[in-house]
């Protein structure tokens, strides 16, 4: 399967602590997309890695990429309980993205 | 700039029964995805659209499920017949004509059956 494997599957964290969640593909990765999604809601585009980068920031997000070991991380500086959600890679095959099976964030306050 | 567009929000049908979701996407975006997302897991591509024509849809279950585009604009999926399994959200997405330009999501169609 192409489906990308997250981890953990779940993560509660108290408000102002790191967010750490990680994602793996069996095939290479190309271009890595992050997505957020609220309870209910569609999915949010949050960040963009390109396969020739290996790390990169925006706002309290930092996102890093390893071609090598086919993953990649995703790390939420100073949670907050707005943070609460599902986050989910997704990697580039085509025009496609195929998406991992997400980790689920709850940051208490 | 108007997000993509579905409907409706929630269907709740019974298993054999035939149901359709609708999606207009973001104006100008010329490729258009369908997802199934099942609950606790991430999206599964059903069918990809570029303009009016099919890039992809390997993994859309044709003996039940269809899709087009008409115009290369709007989009219908529709399940006939549908099936306990098929309960679901279905994600509409579109976009530029590169995937790098990223995604825009709608809101989803959450489908049960019953």
């Known amino acids: 399967s192409q489906q990308g494997e997250e981890d953990p599957q779940a993560l509660s964290i108290q408000e102002g602590e790191n967010a750490t969640m990680n994602c793996s593909y069996k095939t290479s990765i190309n271009n890595l997309q992050w997505y957020r999604q609220n309870s209910g809601r569609g999915l949010v585009h949050l960040i963009l890695?390109?396969?020739?980068?290996r790390e990169k920031h925006s706002g309290r997000l930092r996102v890093t990429l390893d071609t090598s070991k086919k993953s990649s991380s995703l790390l939420i500086t100073a949670s907050r309980a707005a943070d609460t959600a599902s986050y989910f890679c997704a990697n580039q095959a085509g025009t496609a993205l195929i998406f991992g099976k997400g980790t689920t964030l709850s940051v208490s306050s | 700039e108007a997000g993509v567009a579905q409907s409706p929000r929630y269907k709740i049908i019974e298993k054999r029964q035939s149901v359709a979701f609708w999606c207009n996407p973001i104006s100008g975006h010329a490729t258009l995805y369908w997802y199934q997302q099942i609950l606790g897991q991430g999206p599964k591509l059903l069918i990809q659209?570029?303009?009016?024509?099919?890039?992809?849809d390997s993994q859309l279950p044709k003996d039940r499920f269809s899709a087009e585009r008409l115009k290369g604009v709007d989009s219908t999926l529709k399940i006939q017949p549908a099936k306990l399994e098929d309960s679901a959200v279905y994600l509409c997405a579109s976009s530029p004509q590169h995937p790098l330009d990223g995604y825009t999501f709608g809101s989803g169609t959450r489908l049960t059956v019953v």
């Open positions: 890695i390109r396969s020739n980068e």
């Open positions: 659209f570029q303009n009016n024509g099919v890039v992809d």
